[in-house]
């Protein structure tokens, strides 16, 4: 019963950030209106296998690692930084490329592959979903999980993650949002590419403090 009370208060803590507005929303979002429903679907599946990354580091003691040595939470922040600029430049950079979407034809085995690495990439490379996870994991387990807790965590994880994630890949992947997207591509995908560059800047210059 502990065991339960543990899991479902994590959880429950866990979901009030996952449906908080951010890089991977963006993400997701974006890919499931602009590319396609399955490459929305990668994507999603992406960031819950990235969460479920970050589960098992917090288990193994993500927290103390990051207040005991500033130096890997400062790289932590670097490589986020500049994942995200790179995320960042390369929307920005496609804005006026003509969009051919992937409804004409399935998407391949690569571009299924591409779009979930950079969803999982997204994830485990954001420092503030790593720490979230660490100080949720140190308030909230006891000093010595269990072992049916520590096996259950990151698959609940996977699935809290990626139900989230597939319902705005998949709510937005419909008609209506794609062609709202397809109207407004260039200035979509403009604003996409600033929010996504200006998270990359906020934490090279906090990772400079």
Not at 130 to 147: D, K, M, N, Q
Request: with cysteine; glycine share 10%; net charge positive.
């Amino acid at each position: 019963m502990e065991t339960f009370t543990t899991l479902a208060s994590i959880l429950a803590v866990l979901f009030i950030g996952v449906i908080s507005p951010g890089p991977s929303f963006v993400l997701v979002a974006r890919t499931a209106i602009g590319s396609s429903r399955q490459a929305g679907v990668a994507s999603a599946v992406g960031m819950a296998a990235g969460a479920c990354v970050l589960s098992v580091v917090a288990l193994l003691g993500l927290h103390a690692l990051l207040q005991q040595v500033p130096l890997a939470y400062w790289a932590l922040k670097l490589v986020g930084g500049v994942y995200l600029l790179y995320l960042g430049f390369k929307i920005w950079q496609g804005t006026k490329t003509p969009l051919v979407l992937a409804d004409a034809g399935p998407l391949t085995q690569a571009g299924v592959r591409r779009h979930f690495l950079i969803g999982a990439g997204t994830m485990v490379s954001n420092p503030k979903a790593a720490v979230v996870y660490g100080v949720i994991f140190a308030a909230l387990l006891p000093h010595t999980p269990s072992l049916a807790l520590s096996l259950a965590l990151p698959p609940s994880v996977f699935v809290l993650e990626g139900s989230w994630y597939l319902l705005v890949a998949l709510a937005l992947s419909s008609a209506r949002p794609r062609q709202t997207y397809l109207r407004a591509k260039t200035a979509i995908d403009r604003v996409t590419g600033v929010v996504l560059g200006l998270l990359g800047i906020k934490l090279l210059l906090s990772s400079s403090q």
